[in-house]
């Protein structure tokens, strides 16, 4: 049995990424949060609460416990707020990432760390490679940057799955994406304004806590791009999610990046090249409407 833990287990991705790896027999695995555990499945995993930043606490834990790799999801994920807070974003989403490369390195574990696609500055006009060169234009994508620094300069057995626009739906009913603040929007015949000069290859939850499994399983090591396969500018999405779930397109206007101040701090145009993710972890991106009929199916299961 594999020992793994995982960091930010109440965030979007985290929820995830226990829920399919925790009760079976290949996973022991070890959430830790800031909060308590909001996850709703509260068996097959241990979970303690821990502020990553409250050092004695954290190292503690980090001294009484071998795992074999580390998914590391915690972070400070807003833009906004690692501009409000620069020092706080230092802390978090980078100063913790040499925390867990020591550890990893000290006790030969896999760190399988979360990064972005804003680590791009989205003028190349074409999806990204994983040896194109970075150009982050916020704080948030110049601290997953200096994030990604850390582990590409360190001895630490690394894969770092940088990923876009991340959508779907979990347990916890107050995270919201894309897809679910549109639809609700939407249904509740609430006018929404959207950007239509961003695009992206917006990644399914399931399939990025899937590729965090096969990283385990592959031993992956490097960087590694993980999202959708289709590139489509944001009011497109929308425009699906809306045909999708047959809503009112007529709720839906077109505003511009520049005019909701996201012209300087977010990348115009990422989307990434899979190849490399493919080949080397078998990864295969679910198709953006099939992912929304397996979101339908998912509103029911979580009684939503
Ligand atoms: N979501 C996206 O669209 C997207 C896109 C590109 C890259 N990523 C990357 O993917 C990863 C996962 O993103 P996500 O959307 O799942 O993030 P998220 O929902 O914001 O979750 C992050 C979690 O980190 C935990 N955390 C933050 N500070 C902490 C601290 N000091 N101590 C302990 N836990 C702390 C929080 O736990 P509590 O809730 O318990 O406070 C939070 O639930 C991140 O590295 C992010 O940068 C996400």
């Not at 980078?94 to 030969?108: G, M």
Request: glycine share 6%; aromatic share 10%; hydrophobic share 40%.
């Amino acid at each position: 049995m594999k020992k793994i833990l995982v960091t930010g287990s109440n965030g979007f991705l985290g929820q995830k990424v226990v829920d399919l790896l925790s009760g079976n027999d290949l996973y022991a695995v070890t959430a830790i949060s800031k909060g308590t555990n909001r996850n709703p499945n509260q068996v097959g995993y241990t979970f303690e609460q821990i502020d990553l930043l409250d050092q004695s606490a954290f190292m503690g834990f980090l001294s009484s416990h071998i795992f074999d790799a580390i998914i590391h999801t915690a972070a400070m994920t807003s833009v906004e707020a690692c501009e409000a807070d620069k020092a706080a974003c230092q802390l978090i989403n980078v100063n913790l990432v040499q925390t867990l490369a020591s550890y990893c390195e000290k006790h030969q574990a896999q760190l399988i760390h979360l990064s972005t696609d804003f680590v791009f500055d989205g003028q190349k006009g074409t999806p990204y490679h994983e040896q194109d060169i970075p150009n982050p234009q916020s704080e948030y994508g110049k601290s997953k940057y200096a994030s990604e620094q850390i582990l590409t300069q360190s001895a630490c057995n690394y894969a770092i799955l940088r990923t876009i626009l991340v959508y779907g739906i979990n347990g916890d009913p107050n995270r919201s994406n894309l897809v679910l603040w549109a639809k609700g929007k939407l249904a509740q015949k609430e006018a929404i304004k959207v950007v239509n000069d961003q695009w992206r290859m917006p990644t399914f939850v399931d399939d990025l806590a899937y590729a965090c499994q096969l990283a385990i399983e592959r031993q992956a090591q490097g960087i590694f791009h993980i999202s959708g396969a289709e590139l489509m500018s944001i009011n497109e999405a929308v425009y699906k999610i809306a045909a999708y779930w047959e809503l009112d397109k007529t709720l839906i206007s077109e505003i511009s990046a520049a005019s909701i101040g996201q012209a300087d701090n977010r990348p115009r145009q990422t989307g990434f090249d899979l190849s490399k993710s493919k080949n080397d972890l078998g990864y295969v991106p679910t198709g953006f409407i099939e992912s929304l009929e397996i979101i339908e199916r998912q509103f029911k299961e979580f009684g939503r």
